[in-house]
């Protein structure tokens, strides 16, 4: 059946009464959003729970928007009889109801919405009928009824379902929830405890398969995760801008996106791979903690507190125990508070002996008292992570005093900065830095847990960035996905496990997403020729679409013309560059209106986009035109990985562009 068209031989009566069963869910969901917006929070008693109620009120009216040409519904259930449940039931991206709470739509993370994805003739789920709808733009075009209550039948593939997976597409990151496989159900399905780590290859929809689950975990555990937060974690600003619809089309508009940079800091000063690769390696973990502790001082003299006539004496044997007693068995700062505690009840100890009767007032008056703060200072002092840094990379005595033998004379002198800068407050820090001082940050005081974390394209992170995620979930869990194929940091890894045991998840789960559905197999083919030089444990991927036509290689071919041809089709247009080239194949195609890709800016208003090499990862295009792919190689250590990126974004097309020879991986 093509695209958008109505197959002659679909029922007329039948569609009609689908399409208006449609109509009657939207003017529900309409009714229900207008309810939500009649609301008010003046009900609260007092001015902060009004403000609370009304936060959660406005975000029940924008999970409730509609979106008039995203399909409300786009599966159907016929039931067998035996609970409670409507015989039939349409599946879609969120519960409808009219006035009467009938349900008219129901949530696809609804228990009952798994047979829609999971039962199969041989395993039906109760379900005797799966229907799946068609539509063009909003408006419901086709459907097919699929029998699964006649035995073990043999069923052909849905031409809605290829249909939609290959639906050209401009803008941001689509939801997949009408074409979810049923190994990827089992993904986006699995419980709130267990952290899932997703090795999937280009078009498997890994990335999709982890905001969809993030959805269902909002769904299932509303109330637990709506105090601890969940987190979406992507490798930069232009992949957050390309996924940023997804939850909110699944009615999720409560979960922050963000990038390692943006939640450990925006520290961008450049810095020598290597040294940056010294300082993402676990081993450093040790090396700080060692730095911080360094500071405490043993003390020397003890503590003299004088009210009045009276001097109350704390020995110096007696500070050093407590000291002593704290180290080791507390974070840096309350460890600091507790050490003025300490003291201060001492001090009423001695108060106590000579008759007084203090009470917990008189304590903590002691311990905000100056000699008492004094002598805190003195032994314990007070320190920011970015002094313990400076101090770190600035002085070579006190880096091998922390380092001891976990790092190589020949791994500190790199870490050292070859001209040190006035102070801490006056040092750039570059991105690797800031694991560190947020690793610092922690030893000092506890980082908040939060509910679920999704970390993307987790290969590229380096083992002191992943501790660094891993406190965000140290109470909770994650959904962990990538690609050892597409690492192409120096220090990507070659192993998941290593990756969950840095995390703090060991005990996570692997599972690997093989089959694609989005780019066409002629393309992955010819793309997975460099995976036996980047990944030769891998297993090739495979592509569900044989995609004949979709490669063209040409030899000194025009960007301009490639672009023009693609411009005639349907779907967004991705021109992948080295990043040397942006400037120059901008201008080449002048005069055709077209955006360029800025990690800071991500979003463009034409559908032809200019894409510098190492921004295109997670991206996806209809059709994609490479140009020089040996100075995407050259252009870094791990070139042929970020190759490997580059050419598996086509989800239509792939056009290669090149004057020099390609890698002699590719001229197979």
Not at 262 to 274: F, K, Q, Y
Not at 294 to 315: D, M, N, Q, S, W
């Amino acid at each position: 059946m093509p695209a958008h068209q109505l197959a002659p031989d679909i029922p007329a009566d039948v569609l009609a009464a689908e399409q208006r069963h449609l109509a009657e869910s939207r003017a529900a969901l309409t009714a229900m959003r207008t309810h939500a917006q009649s609301l008010s929070a003046d009900a609260a008693g007092d001015w902060v729970s009004q403000q609370i109620l009304q936060s959660l009120l406005d975000q029940r009216v924008a999970a409730l928007a509609d979106h008039p040409d995203t399909p409300l519904f786009f599966g159907r259930l016929d039931r067998e009889s035996g609970d409670d449940l409507p015989g039939t039931i349409y599946v879609g991206r969120r519960h409808v109801h009219d006035g009467r709470s009938k349900p008219l739509v129901i949530d696809w993370r609804a228990p009952v919405s798994r047979a829609f994805y999971q039962a199969s003739p041989a395993e039906p789920m109760g379900v005797v009928r799966r229907r799946r709808f068609g539509y063009h733009g909003g408006t419901l075009t086709a459907y097919e009824d699929e029998p699964l209550g006649e035995g073990n039948v043999e069923l052909g593939p849905s031409k809605i379902l290829t249909e939609e997976i290959e639906r050209p597409r401009t803008g941001p990151m689509r939801d997949i929830v009408a074409t979810i496989q049923p190994d990827q159900d089992e993904i986006v399905r699995s419980g709130l405890a267990q952290t899932v780590c997703v090795q999937g290859a280009p078009g498997t929809g890994k990335t999709a398969v982890g905001l969809h689950r993030a959805a269902y975990l909002l769904f299932t555990h509303r109330e637990r995760l709506a105090r601890s937060g969940v987190m979406i974690v992507g490798p930069n600003r232009a992949f957050l801008s390309y996924i940023s619809s997804v939850l909110p089309a699944l009615g999720e508009v409560k979960v922050d996106q963000t990038t390692v940079a943006g939640l450990l800091g925006e520290h961008a000063a450049p810095e020598d791979p290597l040294v940056a690769a010294v300082k993402g390696d676990a081993r450093m973990a040790a090396v700080l903690e060692r730095a911080l502790w360094l500071h405490i001082v043993k003390p020397e003299e003890g503590l003299v507190f004088t009210k009045g006539a009276y001097r109350y004496r704390v020995a110096d044997y007696e500070v050093r125990e407590i000291v002593a007693s704290l180290r080791g068995t507390t974070r840096y700062l309350p460890g600091r508070a507790a050490l003025a505690q300490r003291l201060a009840h001492l001090v009423l100890v001695r108060m106590e002996q000579r008759g007084e009767s203090p009470d917990d007032r008189v304590q903590d008056a002691v311990a905000r008292s100056k000699p008492v703060k004094q002598l805190v200072d003195a032994v314990w002092p007070k320190l920011t992570p970015e002094q313990v840094l400076f101090r770190l990379l600035a002085e070579p005595e006190f880096l091998a005093r922390a380092a001891r033998s976990d790092l190589s004379p020949d791994e500190q002198s790199l870490l050292l900065w070859p001209k040190p800068y006035r102070s801490h407050k006056s040092a750039k820090w570059s991105a690797a830095d800031a694991a560190l001082l947020d690793e610092l940050r922690d030893l000092m005081e506890r980082t908040p847990s939060l509910g679920h974390l999704v970390v993307d394209e987790a290969q590229d992170l380096s083992e002191m960035q992943l501790r660094a995620l891993g406190r965000r979930c140290r109470n909770g869990s994650a959904t962990v996905l990538g690609d050892l194929a597409q690492g192409t940091t120096p220090w990507s890894t070659s192993s998941w496990e290593s990756v969950l045991q840095h995390l703090g998840q060991a005990e996570g789960e692997v599972t690997e997403l093989t089959l694609g559905f989005r780019v066409p197999r002629e393309v992955l083919d010819f793309a997975a020729r460099l995976l036996p030089s980047i990944a030769p444990g891998l297993a090739a991927p495979r592509s569900l679409r044989p995609g004949a036509g979709s490669l063209s290689i040409r030899p000194g071919g025009s960007v301009a013309e490639a672009a023009d041809a693609a411009l005639a089709q349907e779907g967004s247009i991705g021109v992948i560059v080295p990043d040397a080239l942006v400037g120059e194949v901008s201008r080449a195609l002048s005069g055709r209106p077209h955006s360029v890709l800025d990690p800071d800016a991500p979003e463009g208003e034409h559908r032809l986009l200019v894409v510098p090499a190492t921004l295109a990862k997670g991206l996806e295009f209809d059709h994609v035109i490479v140009v020089e792919p040996a100075d995407i190689v050259a252009a870094e250590p791990r070139g042929l990985a970020r190759l490997y990126v580059v050419l598996t974004r086509a989800v239509t097309s792939l056009t290669v562009l090149h004057d020099k020879p390609l890698p002699a991986q590719l001229a197979m």
